[in-house]
């Protein structure tokens, strides 16, 4: 009887022995803080490109409603540049674009399109930005640029072939 209690407290001592101490414990807490911090600052750059792509699509979007637009007007618009999107109905050189491009995108005019389009923008440059930042341009052989003010990534500015 004496033996079968001394293996049970032997095995008792033993298992009271397994496991990790707290400064393992801590010491790989530390390695993961570590291995995350540099993880991520390797990946929040790659981010914002991403954020810039979906905004760049936004704007490549509307510059092919701007197109497809003066196309259906049938009227010769000319050359304009940097109008904001608050001012396309009213602007001599737009207003006989507006209501088409309005309609192509679901609205009833332009400004309100511009309000929307400009919610949907997620990247730093132009996130907060308003109607009147998108900036819409066409010169005399019909190429259309759409940028956004103040905005110096290369993705925010999208021009027509």
Known sequence: MKKVIKNYLAKLQENDKKGFSLVELIIVMAIMAILVGVVASQVLPYMEKSRQSKDQQQLSSLATNVVSAVAQSGKDIGAFSNKGMD???????????A?????????????DYGTALAGKFTSKQAKGK??????????????????????????LTVKTE
Not at 87 to 97: C, S
Not at 100 to 110: D, F, I, R, Y
């Open 87 to 97: 001012a396309i109905d009213t602007d001599a050189a737009t207003k006989d674009f």
């Open 130 to 155: 308003t109607n009147a930042d998108i900036l819409i341009s066409m010169d005399a052989n019909g190429v259309v640029t759409v940028t956004i003010s103040g905005a110096t990534a290369e993705k």
């Open 99 to 111: 209501p088409t491009l309005a309609e192509l995108a679901g609205t009833t005019n332009v400004a």
